[in-house]
């Protein structure tokens, strides 16, 4: 374990663990490096989420450089628990920063392709909200979603969101904005 790892506690649920990484390990996977990362964890690391997670880390960092107070609301693995041996990253969840003035945070999640349609996303995001909610006080989550996402459309619809408007994203384009108050 780095000197900077966070001492925050990893959010977890029924089946999965959602480790907050420090920022040794955000450079490491963002330089390309994830086997440090997958032994600091115990986990494996498939290739895909390594180069999935890849663009993401790099951003995270950044951040966390220019932000720390945002640390425990950044770039966390979904790790998938395993009954014959080391958990296995399936996808990622982060919030976009801490909490804003009007205690809300914006929450984004990516699974694997094969790790969907088994629950794994709204499992974490439920688990996510939780810890938001219960440890840090959060009462407005946001999540924006592709029009044509229909699982995410239907994520959000599950767990309550409400759509409260639409952006344009330049990465992604037009985006639905969804809302959940708690």
Known sequence: MQADEPTDETIRSE???????SLYQL????????????????????????????????VRAQQ???????????LRPILLHATDGAPRA???????????DEGMVEVGYTLLPEARGHGYAIEAVRAAID?????????????SVAPDNERSLNLVTKLGFRQTGEQWDKEDGLELVFELER
Do not use: C, K, M, Q
Request: proline share 8%; charged share 20%; no cysteine.
């Open 64 to 74: 966390l450089r220019l932000r720390p107070a945002d640390a425990p609301w950044l």
């Open 90 to 100: 399936v996808g990622y969840l982060n919030f976009h920063a801490g909490p804003d």
């Open 15 to 21: 089946r999965l663990a959602l480790p907050l990484l």
């Open 131 to 143: 810890w938001a909610t219960s440890v840090h006080g959060v009462h407005r989550i946001r999540a």
């Open 27 to 58: 450079d490491s996977l963002a330089a390309g490096e994830g086997a440090s990362v997958g032994g600091d964890l115990h986990a494996i690391l498939p290739v895909p989420w390594l180069d999935e997670v890849r663009w993401i880390a790099g």
